[in-house]
Structure formats: structure tokens, C-alpha cells
């Protein structure tokens, strides 16, 4: 869960052990005054994991001290007939730790993804497209789209799309800017484009032109500052998962691993690939 709060590795390395360390502090406050908190304040203490194990450690300090130490027969019987806290509590609120915690990280990695990723609304999980994925093209206005295909057909130095072809990338008004000091950058510009199915794109211009920005933004590395995009019907801000079913990219540099052969590379690409990892499990055997 601490992960999801950073971006960089070695930082969360360092902060979880301290943060680590931090949550056992409320137990030596609690320990003392164990007789005097309620079940309540038990189990909200218990919310925090290392809490938790320190008062089963203690619970099954105080059953050794009984001379019965903890058995399943006495699991969920509390030490003294004043206590009202068991091992078996414990336990529970052990598991509850775990599956808060993963819905934490789940949602702070969804809404706030760090340098590279799509950050999803603050609601997300209260959108039906996000457990049942929107219908493909069912957000494309059709009078928008005549409209840029008509400013396209007007303009002097663009060519008229071909007839009787599919869009499978549909970019619409695409724009990135990046903070540089306390100046914004601009390194896509209001871009609109058709890239076509069967055919070959290829996107031509200088360095800092924003070609790799622009593909960055498609693959999901960036979220765009406005404008839409589609791939094979799927929104690029709300629809990653979908479209990374079908989608491989090839960056600048070689995406190698030094210890693995070509056949364990092609098996580990299958495996990223699922669709298509039977057929290449045959192919490479």
C-alpha cells in the first residue's frame, strides 16, 4: 500500500520502513492501559496492522502465562472474564487490515498513477464504464466528426481521407503541455488525426516536434491536458485495459533482458500478450 504514494522505488523503499516502524508506537501507549480500553478502542486500534500483531502477541503472552497457551478450543475465548477481546478478533481484523489496505493502494494507484500512467476520476468506482467498459465509439459525436472532416477537406495542405476505410485511431483535438519552472510547455498542439486499419502511419517531424509525446499519450504513459482519442473504439482516458489487449508498442530502446535467451523472450512477450500466447507457444517450440 505505501508503494501507491510514490513514484520512485527508493524512496518508498526507505519511507515504508520508517512508516513501518511508526505504526507499532501506538501499542506502546495502548500496552499499559490494556485493561482500561474498551472493545471498541481494541478494535479500531487493531486498524493498524502492526497493532494488531503486537496485541495478538500479547494475547498469546497472557495464555502462556496461563500455563494453556492458545489452541483452537480457546481461540475465540478472551483471557480473563473481564477481557472481551480474543485471538480470534485478532485474526479477523488481521484479514480486514489486508483487504483495506489492497483497496487503498487500488484506488490511490488508480487516481493518482505518479509520472506515467491515466489518473482516473475521484469516482471512479462509481462509474458503470469502469466495471463494464464503455461501448466502443459510444462517446464520438457523429456531427463533430462531419465537422472536423470538413475543415480537414478545406484546408490547403491536407490530404482528403480515403473512402471505404476504418479509423482503428481516431485522434480529435489532442494537447500536452508540460510545467517547465513556472512556464508551460507545449508539446502537442490541438492535433487531429485518422490513422487507418491495414495500412501504414508514419508520423514525420523535428526533434521536439512531440511525436513521442503524442504516442506516449495513446499508449497510456501520459494523460492528455484536453482533446479525445480513440483506439479501435476505446477512449484512451477511460478504456487502458481495453485497448492494451491489442496494443504493442516498440520504444527507442532495446526492451531486453540480459539473463533471458530468445526463446524465454518470446515466451514472456506470449505470456504479456495472452490472445496470441498459444499460438506462440507453438510457434517457438
Request: charged share 15%; no cysteine; aromatic share 16%.
Given at each position: 500500500m505505501i508503494s501507491a504514494f510514490f513514484s520512485r522505488a527508493n524512496v518508498?523503499?526507505?519511507?515504508?520502513?520508517?512508516?513501518?516502524f511508526l505504526s507499532y508506537l501506538p501499542y506502546l501507549f495502548l500496552w499499559p492501559r490494556y485493561d482500561l480500553l474498551s472493545h471498541a478502542q481494541k478494535v479500531s486500534a487493531c486498524l493498524i496492522s502492526n497493532v494488531a500483531m503486537a496485541m495478538g502477541a500479547q494475547l498469546i503472552g497472557m495464555f502462556e502465562g496461563k500455563g494453556t497457551g492458545i489452541q483452537w478450543s480457546n481461540l475465540?475465548?478472551?483471557v480473563t472474564v473481564d477481557d472481551d477481546f480474543s485471538m480470534a478478533q485478532v485474526l479477523c481484523l488481521l484479514l480486514f487490515d489486508s483487504v483495506l489496505y489492497g483497496l487503498v493502494a487500488w484506488y490511490m494507484e488508480a487516481?493518482?498513477?505518479g509520472e506515467y500512467g491515466v489518473p482516473l476520476p475521484s469516482y471512479f468506482f462509481l462509474l458503470p464504464s469502469y466495471w463494464c467498459?464503455?461501448?466502443?465509439m459510444a462517446m464520438v459525436n457523429e456531427k463533430e466528426e462531419e465537422e472536423d472532416a470538413e475543415k480537414a477537406m478545406k484546408g490547403e495542405f491536407i490530404e482528403e481521407e480515403p473512402a471505404g476505410v476504418v479509423s482503428?485511431?481516431?485522434?480529435?483535438?489532442?494537447t500536452k503541455e508540460f510545467k517547465v519552472g513556472n512556464k508551460t510547455r507545449q508539446a502537442v498542439r490541438d492535433l487531429t488525426l485518422n490513422m487507418f486499419e491495414g495500412q501504414i502511419t508514419v508520423v514525420l517531424g523535428h526533434n521536439g516536434a512531440g511525436k513521442t509525446t503524442t504516442l506516449s499519450m495513446l499508449t497510456g504513459l501520459f494523460p492528455p491536458s484536453s482533446g479525445r482519442a480513440y483506439i479501435n473504439g476505446y477512449d484512451i482516458c477511460q478504456d487502458m485495459a481495453l485497448i492494451r489487449r491489442s496494443l504493442g508498442l516498440c520504444p527507442q530502446h532495446d526492451v531486453l533482458f540480459d539473463n533471458l535467451t530468445v526463446r524465454e523472450h518470446l515466451l514472456f512477450y506470449a505470456q504479456v500478450f495472452n490472445n496470441i500466447a498459444q499460438q506462440l507457444l507453438i510457434t517457438v517450440k
Open positions: 518508498a523503499a526507505a519511507a515504508g520502513g520508517f512508516i513501518y475465540f475465548d478472551s487516481v493518482f498513477p467498459s464503455s461501448p466502443r482503428g485511431i481516431k485522434i480529435k483535438h489532442l
